[in-house]
């Protein structure tokens, strides 16, 4: 019987490791892709280039009406189609969201639809330290 319970022990841990493995390849998928259609950068880099951007909220309508950053605007990432005509082509687009997937995702369709100048702002919403606009209660 100890036998089988070292087995099913090792096939735990096998999968406990599998699973790492997996998110940290996931992690390592979306870095490379990031860095490949956008640049990803820190809140200085994104703060100078709000005058001169197009500075879009991917996160739903409640929460960029509860707070987002000043001058930005809210295209959902679920109805970012709709939205993405009215984009230039010829001005910086500075995205964010809560977190580097959905931004990456909006990216790399700005990239194929001809976007030239596109950043993330690295860590989300979460880490923005410049001016809010929040809704009062």
């Known amino acids: ?3 089988g319970d070292i087995s099913t022990w ?9 699973i790492l493995v997996w998110m940290f390849g996931a992690q390592l998928y979306w870095w490379q892709r990031g860095k490949r259609v956008a640049k990803i950068v820190e809140n200085d880099e994104f703060k100078q280039g ?9 996160r739903d309508s409640a929460e960029f009406d509860r ?3 000043l001058g930005a605007r809210n295209m959902p990432f679920a109805q970012f189609e709709l939205f993405q005509g ?4 010829d001005a910086p687009v500075y995205l964010y ?5 959905m931004p990456i995702r909006i990216a790399s369709r700005l990239k194929k639809a001809g976007f030239k100048d596109i950043y993330i702002l690295k860590g989300g ?3 923005w330290d410049g001016k809010k ?3 009062k209660l």
Do not use: E, N
């Open 97 to 101: 969201d809560t977190s580097k997937a």
């Open 133 to 135: 606009k929040s809704k």
């Open 125 to 127: 919403f979460s880490k």
């Open 86 to 89: 009215s984009l230039r082509k």
């Open 1 to 3: 019987m100890l036998l």
């Open 10 to 18: 090792l096939w735990i841990d096998l999968v406990l490791i599998l």
């Open 67 to 69: 707070s987002h950053i």
């Open 50 to 58: 709000l005058r001169k951007g197009q500075v879009i909220d991917l």
